[in-house]
């Protein structure tokens, strides 16, 4: 289970305190998927990159199994079973897609392994593994690797950060399947959308750095529906 | 050869042991082992220290080993190693020097290499450079590369150059007529107070003849490296030629790129960035579980080992 404890994170501004997280408590139980959404700016990256430690709030605990994760460092949390799958994927010079899927899973992965884990987000290894993770991939090929790499750990907890930005023609269809198929990890995903948002045990709506509603997805809708982002609403019309 | 020469062979040339083809293993500044092929033809010089590498037109798939070891202290090595490719061949040849110094005194190697490439033939050339030892002198490595190229020839240079080298300066020089095509990787690492200046000066007389240079290079600790590259192009040519740093520490790295276009159809392109590692290049290693070092090592690994 994991737990977010009064969070808040305030950053300064041309000299103005600005809040961008505000006294946020959420509890995210085991085995279930939780969407978090809301409209740009509302705090929902900055949010899950606090968990993996990416950001450190301001004020508030966030409780991991028990653990508290307050100081403890970014690979320490991937290592108490977090993983994190980037909105803009990370290039490397020199790294190939090997290489990284190796780094992954702590071990020299066999060519049958690699097949797994890329075929799981559509790609072949054989076209892949050799290639360095650079732009000479496109970024809907990027984005699949961010994916592999994410769930070949195998992790308690996935963090997916806009997991379908950039997913060039792979299908939505395809992505919900890899979450539905995540077997007894719980799934942190933020999403614009609708398709995602249904898969969701929970959706979470953030706006101006708050809760606004917790809830199934027909539950949370209206607030959806009622919110006066153009974009988040006509992708729930 | 000892335990140690044997390691240092290793790491300059790969070779766990002496090949059976054409090789010319030079120790301490003297020759170890000498063998010719009926393909390919090593000569001692005659008027200074060094030889003559010639390999038949039309030979194809062979390869000449030239390593050379230094595992004393206080030595001044100066070698000249001439190779004259014959048309329409397309050899390998590993060359490369290991420096195992544990005394006070300095050693030095000076490896001169002028490649003549005739017409339509292929090289392959790698080139690795070795410092270690617990002694504190200097090993200190200074390469110089000439390069003819004949018509349609093309070569492809490898040279690397990774920790223990406490001083190197590398001169490389090409000229290229037409439709040749020269393509050089370099990598380098330094540490420490180490020093390492690098120069390219190629010269693109031909037509259609063309110079590809990547270079990736990681300076540590208080290390300094300066990289120095000057084409020119006389002709219709191709140039290119890319400087990638990594900075780490108080370490320094200086790029001055040089591109000249003496004929109005010469193309010619180069690109130079330095820097530290990138933040999100090591948050991402780490949110798979790496530590920050291993994160670190892990870039700089591949930075210096992956395909450039």
Known sequence: ?237 | MNKIEKALLEKVSGLHKIPAGAVNIRRNGEIVKRNSTSEIEIVPKTDKSGIDIFVKPNVVGKSVHIPVLITVGGLDDLVYNDFYIGENADVTIVAGCGIHNSTCNTSTHNGIHCFHISKNSKVKYFESHVGEGEGSGGKVLNPITKIYMESGSQMHMETIQIEGVTSTIRKTFASLKDNAKLMVTEKLLTTDFQTAKTQFDVNLLGENSSVEISSRSVAKNYSVQEFKSNIIGKNQCFGHVECDGIVLDEARIVSIPKIDAADNNASLVHEAAIGKIAGEELTKLMTLGLTKQQAEETIIQGFLMGDN
């Open chain 1, 1 to 237: 289970m994991l737990k977010l404890e009064n969070i808040s994170y305030i950053v300064e501004e041309d000299g103005l305190n600005k809040t961008i997280l505000d006294n946020v408590s959420l509890t995210f139980e085991d085995g279930k998927t939780y969407v978090i959404t809301g409209p740009n700016g509302s705090g929902k990256s900055t949010l899950v990159k606090m968990i993996m430690g990416i950001e450190t709030p301001t004020t508030g605990n966030i409780v991991f199994n028990g653990i508290s994760l307050d100081g403890l460092q970014i690979n320490e949390r991937a290592n108490l079973g977090i993983s994190y799958a980037f909105q803009q994927p990370v290039k490397f010079k020199g790294l190939k897609v090997r290489d990284l899927l190796d780094a992954a899973t702590g071990k020299s992965n066999d060519f049958k392994t690699l097949c797994n884990y890329l075929s799981a987000v559509g790609l072949c290894a054989r076209d892949y593994i050799d290639r360095p993770l650079d732009g000479t991939l496109s970024g809907g090929e990027l984005k699949r690797i961010e994916l592999a790499m994410a769930i070949c750990r195998k992790s308690k907890l996935n963090i997916f950060d806009e997991p379908e930005a950039g997913i060039d023609l792979w299908s939505f269809e395809n992505l919900t399947k890899i979450f539905r198929s995540l077997g007894e990890a719980t799934n942190i995903i933020v999403s614009h959308q609708k398709k995602i948002l249904e898969i969701a045990d929970e959706v979470i709506l953030l706006k101006g750095g708050r809760v606004e509603k917790v809830g199934k997805y027909k539950q949370v809708l209206p607030y959806i529906q009622n919110n006066q982002c153009d974009k988040l609403r006509g992708e729930h019309e």
